[in-house]
């Protein structure tokens, strides 16, 4: 059943809980002990129901999520979505001293992570020799490359990794900004665990 009633309920409740439209926030309904995803419009789509009073709570999903094209993965709450659809189309998940961005180019693509992470450094007018790493994910290990670059006070981490599926080549570009003396927050490992632990893709 969808109704407009309901979908002013939403967003009367996103107003008041200050999840403005911009911050891309991702809401469900949970209603009988189920959870109903509500759409970009504010809608939401319940089976339908006998007469009578109907008690329904929303709430902010726990997990952001990313679903295109054969790649699905999660994010921990509270960080920020965007899309760019301009080529490489890009979806950017943005948090305070952590951003995870995610690139998507040609199947047949050649560029490394250590050439896509040079190319960043260079835009930015840093310089920085890729040291390699890995990323364990959906029971492989893929391909990484990692720059730490001070500049002034700041300390900017970056760790490219490479995601080869079925329909494209992924390049997952993590970032964590924070003052040069100060350690890593508890927000860099739990991205990193939650991307790794929830990582699903189509085989090429």
Request: include cysteine; charged fraction near 25%.
């Amino acid at each position: 059943m969808r109704t407009s009633r309901l979908a002013a309920v939403l967003m009367l409740f996103s107003a008041n809980a200050g999840i403005a439209a911009g911050s891309k926030a991702q809401l469900e309904v949970e209603m009988g002990g189920k959870s109903y995803p509500v759409d970009a419009e504010g809608f939401v789509d319940i089976p339908q129901v006998d007469a009578g009073a109907l008690r329904l709570r929303v709430r902010e999903k726990e997990n952001v999520q990313l679903r295109v094209s054969g790649l699905g993965f999660d994010v921990p709450r509270g960080y920020r979505l965007e899309h760019d659809p301009t080529p490489p189309e890009s979806w950017t998940f943005d948090g305070d001293e952590t951003m995870l961005t995610v690139y998507r180019n040609e199947a047949d693509d050649p560029q490394t992570p250590a050439q896509f992470l040079a190319e960043m450094l260079r835009i930015g007018g840093h310089v920085c020799v890729p040291e390699a790493i890995s990323l364990h994910a959906a029971a492989h290990e893929f391909p990484g490359s990692v720059c730490d670059v001070v500049h002034g006070e700041i300390r900017t981490r970056r760790e490219v990794y490479l995601i080869a599926a079925a329909k494209a080549r992924w390049m997952f570009s993590f970032m964590l900004v924070r003052s040069k003396d100060k350690p890593p927050s508890t927000a860099w490992a739990q991205l990193k665990r939650q991307v790794s632990t929830t990582l699903t893709l189509e085989k090429p």
